[in-house]
Structure formats: structure tokens, C-alpha cells
């Protein structure tokens, strides 16, 4: 049996590449999956793969930046499975440039979408949560919810608001059996990493050599602690950020030493 046999999960961002790494995780380990994600295709896709491979998966349409949208994919799970054990909170969008030329509407849906959009999927999970007896909540934040860069400022606002959001739900909910954590990325080889690298500011391999490890990492390497996270097996782990970031954060080069190779 897996870790996770017998719960449900709900995941948004479900297509893209840590959504759908945690989706086919989570699956292998037992869960009923819903795929949140405004990309039908991909995430049709994807679930009729899971569904091949002997899981029980459904679709889910949802702009998380609507509350109606995001309260009504979370009944998805209620209606299909009978309950939600587990809330991922995943979804991701973007705007970029210096603050004071900030495009207003950008700004206002990058919050949305990656910080708001977490409470609504809160807002519609928790009360079921708290009805079974408990459940577990994941938000993906980022090594940007600890530090920022120039141009960045719509990402690593949300990004940091998500961890003291998430802290927030754990302190509220915790004699409830609900746990709130966050998983905080490095760079992982996603859509959102070949954006950066089209920049044309800094090369793939750059961006690798910044980790402790010498290279970024796969979604299945963040899907595997929401995994640890989603399981009874962290149950004594809410209220926290973790980095899973090949030692992104780790140091600071001042000296110019090189590590060993």
C-alpha cells in the first residue's frame, strides 16, 4: 500500500511540471486526484494517462483566480471521491520589471493567481478538512518567498505571502487536524525556467552552477516532498517552509573558492 492510500487530493497548476509530477506521485502512492488547471488539454491529457496507469483521476476546469471557479473544482473532489484530504496549491503566473514600471493589472493577477487563489483553495477545503477530522495542506512558494531580484517583484511578493498564509492556516487549524506547509523550489526544469533562460541574461548552465549540486533540479524532486508532506509520515511537520533547492540558498560567494568537482 502507499503512503497515501485511501486519501484525496486536489492539486492546481495539475499539467504543468510540478503539478503534473505530484499528480503521477501522488497516484503511485494511492490517492484519488483532481487536475486543476485552465490548460484542458494538457490536463485532459494527463489524467487519462493517470487513469491508464490504473489511477483514480478526474479533470477539473479552474481559473484559480475566481473564488466561484476554485469552490466549485474542490466540490469536484467532494462529488467524484467523497472528501479532500489533501489541498496543493500550485498554480503559478507571472509579471516582470522594475516596480515603478509595474503594469497595474499584471501585478493585481500575479497576486491572484498565486497568493489569493491559496486562501480560496483554503476557504473551500478547510471547512471539509475539519469535518473528517484533519487533512493536509501544501503551497508551493519558492526560494523567492525568502529573497527577491531586480524585476521580480510581482513573484516574490506572492511567493512570500504564500509562507505567512500558510503559517497562518497552521496555527488556526492545527487542533484540527490540519497541517499547512509550504515547498520553496530552486530552479526546476519547467515552462517557467525556459522563460527565465529566454531572458538571454544568464545561460541554463549558469543558473545550474548557482546550486550547491551543480544542476537544477526535476519536478519529480519537489513532487516527492509534497508526497512526504501530503502522508501521515510528516505529521508532526506544519507551519513550515522548506527549501528543496540543491542548496540554492546554502552560500554566498564572496571568496571566489571553487567547490570541489
Not at 488539454?41 to 496507469?53: H, P, Q, T
Not at 471539509?128 to 495542506?137: F, L
Not at 515547498?183 to 525556459?194: F, I, K, N, R, S
Not at 533562460?197 to 519537489?222: C, F, N, W, Y
Request: hydrophobic share 40%; aromatic share 4%.
Amino acid at each position: 500500500m502507499g503512503v497515501l492510500e485511501g486519501k484525496v487530493a486536489w492539486v492546481s497548476g495539475g499539467s504543468g511540471g510540478i503539478g503534473s509530477a505530484t499528480l503521477r506521485r501522488f497516484v503511485e502512492e494511492g490517492a484519488a486526484v483532481v487536475c486543476s488547471d485552465i490548460n484542458d488539454e494538457a490536463g485532459e491529457k494527463l489524467v487519462e494517462e493517470l487513469k491508464s496507469a490504473g489511477g483514480r483521476a478526474v479533470y477539473s476546469h479552474c481559473d484559480v483566480a475566481n473564488l466561484d471557479e476554485v469552490m466549485a473544482s474542490v466540490g469536484v473532489a467532494l462529488s467524484e471521491f467523497g472528501r479532500i484530504d489533501i489541498l496543493f496549491n500550485n498554480a503559478a503566473t507571472s509579471t516582470g520589471g522594475y516596480v515603478a514600471d509595474l503594469d497595474p493589472e499584471g501585478w493585481d493577477r500575479s497576486l491572484r493567481v498565486m497568493l489569493t487563489a491559496a486562501m480560496y483553495g483554503m476557504k473551500a477545503a478547510i471547512p471539509h478538512m475539519i469535518e473528517q477530522g484533519g487533512g493536509s495542506i501544501i503551497s508551493t512558494s519558492s526560494i523567492y518567498g525568502f529573497v527577491s531580484s531586480a524585476g521580480n517583484s510581482p513573484y516574490a511578493t506572492a511567493k512570500a505571502g504564500l509562507i505567512n498564509l500558510s503559517r497562518s492556516a497552521a496555527i488556526e487549524y492545527g487542533r484540527k487536524g490540519i497541517r499547512s506547509n509550504c515547498v520553496c523550489p530552486g530552479a526546476v526544469e519547467t515552462p517557467m525556467l525556459d522563460q527565465v533562460v529566454g531572458l538571454g541574461l544568464k545561460s541554463r548552465e549558469a543558473i545550474a552552477d548557482m546550486h550547491a549540486t551543480g544542476k537544477t533540479l526535476q519536478p519529480v524532486e519537489v513532487a516527492n516532498l509534497v508526497v512526504f508532506l501530503a502522508s501521515d509520515q510528516s505529521s508532526g511537520i506544519t507551519g513550515q517552509a522548506i527549501a528543496v533547492d540543491g542548496g540554492l540558498l546554502a552560500g554566498c560567494d564572496l571568496t571566489g573558492v571553487p567547490p570541489m568537482q
